[in-house]
């Protein structure tokens, strides 16, 4: 099993930023891809993005290029969302997601076998 805990979501003001975190414990060495999923109330689940943890290859959603970057840290098996030029459609739960397998491009919330509780960012306008 893998556990995945999120951390550093808040309130922020339109324009600003925030830097999420999700810690990786247990059978870290199963993992093959993280990502990074959203939902706001009354939607689906939204992909933002993902990387594969023994390289590094990172894939982001293309609405939210050039504001979102993930990244990761193998040292303290942590990775890390880091958001910018926030905006109040940003507004969310924001969800740290693993699976052990399949393609870095396949972002269907199902495919991912291990999730985090999430946690919420709010944009405040």
């Known amino acids: 099993q893998v556990q995945l805990v999120e951390s550093g979501g808040g309130l922020v003001q339109n324009g600003g930023s925030l830097r999420l975190s999700c810690a990786a414990s247990g059978r870290t060495f199963s993992i093959y891809v993280m990502g990074w999923f959203r939902q706001a109330p009354g939607k689906e689940r939204e992909f933002v993005a993902a990387l594969t943890w023994s390289s590094g290859t990172t894939y982001h959603a293309d609405s939210l290029k050039g504001r979102f970057t993930i990244s990761k840290d193998n040292t303290n098996d942590t990775v890390y969302l880091q958001m910018n030029n926030l905006k109040p459609e940003d507004t969310a739960v924001y969800y740290c997601?693993?699976?052990?397998?399949?393609?870095?491009?396949?972002?269907?919330?199902?495919?991912?076998?291990?999730w985090g509780q999430g946690t919420q960012v709010t944009v405040s306008s």
């Open positions: 997601a693993a699976k052990s397998g399949g393609s870095l491009y396949a972002n269907r919330p199902r495919l991912y076998n291990y």
